[in-house]
C-alpha cells in the first residue's frame, strides 16, 4: 500500500509540473492554469506511465493548491511559488519572495498543561488531525494561548471564497475578551508528519475576511511533534504568504497532573 501511495505522488508531481512549465518563462511571476490544463497534463503522464491512472482529479488539484502537498522541486528550483484560486476552476502559480513552508523551531520550552483529555477519546480518536484538534478543544489550549473565552463552531469546513476558489477550515471557534471584543479564530493542524505553510494561513484570513467582517480574525496553526507535544502559532492576516508574519508560538505538553506540579516547583518564583 505504502509503495502504491508513493508512486501515485510522484506521478501527481510530475502532472503539476507539466502544468506549471507549459506556462513558465524566466521572469514570469504568474502562470494561470484550469481543470482542462490538469485533466491535459494527467493525459500526458499517463501515456509516459499506463499504470499510473488518476481516480480524483479533483484531490490532486486541492493537494496542491490548498498547500496540504509542497510543490515539487523542480518548481521551487524556480522559485518560490504557491497557488492561488482565480474564480471557479481557475488558479495560478504566483511568484513569493520567501518559501510558504513554516519551520518549528527545535529549542522551544515545553510548557506543561494537565491533559484532561477522556480516557475513551483517547482509545478512539487516533492519530490523525482530528485526534489533535480534540486534544486542543478538551485542555482549552487556545483559551491558555490567546488569552480568550473560546467556542467552539465548526470543524472541517469546506467551502468558496469569492475570486478564490475553495478553501478548507480544520476548525473553527469564536471568542471573548475581557472587553467584550470578539474574536474568529480559523484553524490549521497538522499532524507529526506535515508542516505548516503560509499559503494555507492566507486561506484562513481570506475566509475570516469574507465570511466574518465584522470579528478580530486570529488565525492559529496546531503543530503536533514528533514526541506528542503540540505547538500553537499565532499569524497575522497576510493576503500573500510574504505578508504572514509569526506572532507568538507556545509549545505545551499534555502530562499528568503530578508531573505537572512536579515542573512547577521548578519555576523559580515557586520558591
Not at 477519546?121 to 487556545?142: F, I, P, S, T
Request: aromatic content about 8%; proline content about 5%.
Amino acid at each position: 500500500m505504502k509503495t502504491t501511495v508513493s508512486v501515485t505522488e510522484k506521478q501527481r508531481d510530475k502532472v503539476i509540473s507539466k502544468v506549471f512549465f507549459e506556462g513558465y518563462a524566466k521572469g514570469t511571476n504568474e502562470i494561470i492554469f484550469s481543470m482542462d490544463d490538469i485533466r491535459k497534463a494527467i493525459q500526458a503522464v499517463t501515456s509516459e506511465d499506463p499504470k499510473y491512472q488518476e481516480r480524483n482529479v479533483a484531490d490532486l488539484r486541492y493537494q496542491f493548491t490548498s498547500g496540504r502537498r509542497p510543490l515539487p522541486k523542480a518548481i521551487d528550483a524556480v522559485g518560490p511559488w504557491m497557488i492561488e484560486g482565480r474564480g471557479k476552476a481557475r488558479y495560478a502559480f504566483v511568484k513569493v519572495k520567501e518559501h510558504p513552508h513554516i519551520n518549528v523551531s527545535p529549542d522551544l520550552h515545553a510548557i506543561l498543561i494537565p491533559d484532561a483529555t477522556p480516557e475513551i477519546v483517547l482509545e478512539y480518536a487516533g492519530a490523525d488531525e482530528q485526534g489533535l484538534l480534540a486534544k486542543l478543544r478538551y485542555n482549552r489550549m487556545l483559551d491558555i494561548f490567546l488569552g480568550l473565552t473560546c467556542y467552539h463552531l465548526q470543524n472541517h469546513w469546506r467551502t468558496s471564497l469569492k475570486n478564490k476558489g475553495q478553501c478548507e477550515i480544520d476548525d473553527l471557534y469564536v471568542g471573548l475578551d475581557v472587553e467584550g471584543r470578539q474574536y474568529v479564530v480559523p484553524i490549521e493542524a497538522k499532524g507529526k508528519r506535515d508542516h505548516l505553510s503560509k499559503t494555507q494561513i492566507v486561506q484562513l484570513a481570506n475566509f475570516t475576511r469574507e465570511r466574518y467582517p465584522r470579528l478580530i480574525s486570529r488565525p492559529v496553526g496546531v503543530q503536533e511533534m514528533k514526541n506528542g507535544d503540540i505547538v500553537l502559532m499565532e499569524f497575522t492576516t497576510g493576503t500573500k504568504p510574504d505578508l504572514v508574519r509569526i506572532k507568538r508560538t507556545h509549545q505545551y505538553r499534555l502530562a499528568p497532573m503530578s508531573e505537572c506540579l512536579a515542573d512547577l516547583e521548578k519555576l523559580p518564583d515557586n520558591k
